[in-house]
Every structure is written in structure tokens, then in C-alpha cells.
């Protein structure tokens, strides 16, 4: 009965301590976010992600659009809306590289699932980048074409780690010697006897 609890015991504080964001990143909403407030352009920024094993916001529905814009407003990241709004952007991992006006999420290759684009956007064939901005004070963040060599801030996300979804696709089983050993999918390689996180 014991050894029953103790194994029952590893496999709560597992889903409970995956339940997590990498280190450095903030967890808000469903996603886990690291911000670098000094601008770069677009290739710098995507790069800066990928370091981190990330890539760079792409948004889902509007109440990710929302919670993000809250935090960043109270972070200092997007300020004050002034007649060039644009100045204040924030990179996005949607891209249209190939200039056919089909823009995609660069980190998967696939089009759009969510469309945020603001006013009159997109709208100039030599803005190839999307950045997000507030139009307007009441405004929450809204897609813009830009320049991909424009300076904007960066904003790289991660999925949660060890999300419970993942975690009750796993067979438990209350023998200790049963148990699996998990290492986090962000790493390369795991060592004998663990299996990947992404591979559940």
C-alpha cells in the first residue's frame, strides 16, 4: 500500500511540476511568453526565439490578444498610442517572404488560423513582416503589415510544458517500478530510460 502511494504521490507532483513555463518565460493564459523590449528587425527577432527554443507570437483567439496586451501595457512594453502608433510594434511569426499577399505562421508554414489585421491592413506589397500595435488608447493589438528591416519589440512564445491534456493520455500505472521518466521536450536529447515529453 505504501509503495502504492508513493507512486501515486511522484505521478501528482510530476503533472504538477511540468505544468509549467520554461525558465525566463511568464506564463499568461494557455501560453508561456518571454519579452526583449529593446527593438530589432524581424529575422534578428525570430532568432532571438528560436535561441530559446521559441518562436515568435503568433495569436490564437482574442482573449490571448487581450490578457497579452494588459501585460505588456502594464510592463511598459506597449505605451501610449501617438500619431505613429506603428513605432510602438511588436513582432509576429507571420510572414509573407514569398510577397504573394498569403501571409503564414513562419514556424509552422500555414496560413492564418486567427485574423487580426487592423484598419485598411494588410495594405503595402513591400511590407512582406507583421508586427502588432495599438491604433488607438482603446484599442487592444491588432496586425499591421511592416518593413521586415523596421525596428520592433519581441515577444517569443512556448507552449506549457507538461500540459494535463498531454498528461492523461499517459497509462499510470501505481507500480513504482512501472513509472516512466520524462525529460522536458525542449530538450535535444534525453538520457537511458527517459522519453521525450513530446513523444506521449
Given at each position: ?57 503568433v ?59 487592423g ?10 513582416c ?15 503589415d ?55
Amino acid at each position: 500500500m505504501r509503495s502504492a502511494l508513493s507512486a501515486l504521490s511522484i505521478v501528482i507532483l510530476l503533472s504538477m511540476t511540468l505544468a509549467k513555463c520554461p525558465n525566463k518565460f511568464v506564463q499568461i493564459g494557455k501560453k508561456c511568453y518571454y519579452v526583449f523590449t529593446q527593438k530589432t528587425d524581424w529575422l534578428r527577432a525570430e532568432r532571438k526565439c528560436r535561441q530559446l527554443n521559441a518562436h515568435l507570437v503568433v495569436f490564437e483567439d482574442q482573449q490571448e490578444v487581450d490578457l497579452l496586451t494588459n501585460y505588456l501595457e502594464e510592463k511598459g512594453v506597449v505605451l501610449t498610442v501617438h500619431p505613429r502608433w506603428w513605432d510602438e510594434s511588436i513582432w509576429i511569426g507571420i510572414t509573407d517572404l514569398d510577397n504573394t499577399r498569403n501571409f503564414i505562421v513562419e514556424h509552422t508554414k500555414q496560413p492564418m488560423r486567427y485574423t487580426l489585421w487592423g484598419p485598411g491592413e494588410p495594405n503595402y506589397w513591400f511590407q512582406q513582416c507583421v508586427a502588432a500595435a495599438k491604433v488607438t488608447q482603446a484599442d487592444s493589438l491588432s496586425y499591421h503589415d511592416f518593413v521586415c528591416e523596421e525596428q520592433a519589440k519581441v515577444v517569443c512564445e512556448h507552449p506549457i510544458l507538461g500540459r494535463r491534456e498531454s498528461m492523461n493520455e499517459v497509462q499510470i500505472s501505481l507500480k513504482l517500478s512501472a513509472l516512466p521518466y520524462y525529460c522536458a521536450s525542449i530538450q535535444r536529447t534525453c538520457g537511458e530510460n527517459f522519453q521525450k515529453l513530446d513523444e506521449l
